[in-house]
Nanobody, 131 residues
Framework: QVLLVESGGGSVQPGGSLRLSCSASGSTYNGRCMGWFRQTPGKEREWVGTIYTDSGSIRYADSVKGRFTLSQAVAQKTVYLQMSDLKPEDTAMYYC????????????????????????WGQGTQVTVSS
């Protein structure tokens, strides 16, 4: 069982920046897909980006590409989401998710970009972008 804890949310003006953290504990960090999703009331949870911890391979949603950057600190079992040039439409609860470690997959990227591909979730951290 893996435990995920997000932190770093807050309120920021448009154009500002925030860095979210997702710390994993309780199970192996290696070979995991660590994904960030966001959700606003009444809407589906939207994929933001994912990093595969073994290779550091990363994918982003088009809506955040060029503004958001994923990184990781392997020794600390922590994934970061650096968000820049924030817009009001980025306002949401941000969640970190993962699934069981994987060592085989089809295609160029090991990880799912849909919510169904993630079984474990943190409690979320709120990001509000407003002037």
């Amino acid at each position: 069982q893996v435990l995920l804890v997000e932190s770093g949310g807050g309120s920021v003006q448009p154009g500002g920046s925030l860095r979210l953290s997702c710390s994993a504990s309780g199970s192996t960090y290696n070979g995991r897909c660590m994904g960030w999703f966001r959700q606003t009331p009444g809407k589906e949870r939207e994929w933001v980006g994912t990093i595969y911890t073994d290779s550091g391979s990363i994918r982003y949603a088009d809506s955040v590409k060029g503004r958001f950057t994923l990184s990781q600190a392997v020794a600390q079992k922590t994934v970061y989401l650096q968000m820049s040039d924030l817009k009001p439409e980025d306002t949401a609860m941000y969640y970190c998710g993962t699934d069981a470690p994987r060592t085989s997959w089809y295609g160029p990227f090991p990880c799912s970009i849909t919510r169904s591909g993630y079984s474990y979730w943190g409690q979320g951290t709120q990001v509000t972008v407003s002037s």
